[in-house]
T-cell receptor
Framework: RKEVEQDPGPFNVPEGATVAFNCTYSNSASQSFFWYRQDCRKEPKLLMSVYSSGNEDGRFTAQLNRASQYISLLIRDSKLSDSATYLCVSGSARQLTFGSGTQLTVLP | DARVTQTPRDKVTEMGQEVTMRCQPILGHNTVFWYRQTMKQGLELLAYFRNRAPLDDSGMPKDRFSAEMPDATLATLKIQPSEPRDSAVYFC??????????????FGPGTRLTVL
C-alpha cells in the first residue's frame, strides 16, 4: 500500500464547476501536509499548505482530518488554467512523501 | 527570482554510459532532495542532504547510483552504468530546514533522461 493514496482521475469538468480531490495518508507521524500542482512536462510547484483548521486561498480550500488521515482540496469556479495534475503530500520532520497525483482537465 | 537550476535539461544516452546530473539549490537553502518521476511509479525520493551531509539514500539503487554535494551550491547525481529502466525525469528540490516552513520544497525543472 502506498503511503499517500489519491484517485488518479482523470477528472474532466466544465469551466466554472466545483471539483474536489481527496487523499489519504498512512503515516500517522506525518506533521505537515501540502498540495502541489504539476503542469504537463513541468516541475511540481507548491499550491498550498494544509492546516488542521482548514485554509483557503482564493478559489482553493484545503482541509485536513488527522483522525481519519484524510486531506482534501476543493477548487471552486474552475478555470481552464486549473488543468494540471494535483499532488497530495504528507511530510515528516525529514522528508515529503508525494501521492501519484490526480489529473484535472477543465473544459471550455 | 530565486530558483533551483538543473543541467542538463535533456539527456539521451546509450546503455552502459555514465550520466551525471547537476543541481544548484536556491541560495541559502540547506536541504537538497533528488527525486525520480515515471508514469508508473510517480515521484520517488532517491536521496537527500542536509547541510551537505547525506541523510538518506535508501531510495537509490546503490550499485549504480551515487549522489554527492561537493559544496553548498552544487549537488550531483550519477548513474554508472546507465540502463534503459533508468529512463525518467530526475528532479532536484531544495528547502530551508529550520524555518517555519521547514519542509516546503522548491523543485528544479528536471532532467529528462532517456537511456537507449
Amino acid at each position: 500500500r502506498k503511503e499517500v493514496e489519491q484517485d488518479p482521475g482523470p477528472f474532466n469538468v466544465p469551466e466554472g464547476a466545483t471539483v474536489a480531490f481527496n487523499c489519504t495518508y498512512s503515516n500517522s507521524a506525518s506533521q505537515s501536509f501540502f498540495w502541489y500542482r504539476q503542469d504537463c512536462r513541468k516541475e511540481p510547484k507548491l499550491l498550498m499548505s494544509v492546516y488542521s483548521s482548514g485554509n483557503e486561498d482564493g478559489r482553493f480550500t484545503a482541509q485536513l482530518n488527522r483522525a481519519s488521515q484524510y486531506i482534501s482540496l476543493l477548487i471552486r469556479d474552475s478555470k481552464l488554467s486549473d488543468s494540471a495534475t494535483y499532488l497530495c503530500v504528507s511530510g515528516s520532520a525529514r522528508q515529503l512523501t508525494f501521492g501519484s497525483g490526480t489529473q484535472l482537465t477543465v473544459l471550455p | 527570482d530565486a530558483r533551483v537550476t538543473q543541467t542538463p535539461r535533456d539527456k539521451v544516452t546509450e546503455m552502459g554510459q555514465e550520466v551525471t546530473m547537476r543541481c544548484q539549490p536556491i541560495l541559502g537553502h540547506n536541504t537538497v532532495f533528488w527525486y525520480r518521476q515515471t508514469m508508473k511509479q510517480g515521484l520517488e525520493l532517491l536521496a537527500y542532504f542536509r547541510n551537505r551531509a547525506p541523510l538518506d539514500d535508501s531510495g537509490m539503487p546503490k550499485d549504480r547510483f551515487s549522489a554527492e554535494m561537493p559544496d553548498a551550491t552544487l549537488a550531483t547525481l550519477k548513474i554508472q552504468p546507465s540502463e534503459p529502466r533508468d529512463s525518467a525525469v530526475y528532479f532536484c528540490a531544495s528547502g530551508a530546514a529550520g524555518t517555519s516552513s521547514y519542509n516546503e520544497q522548491f523543485f528544479g525543472p528536471g532532467t529528462r533522461l532517456t537511456v537507449l
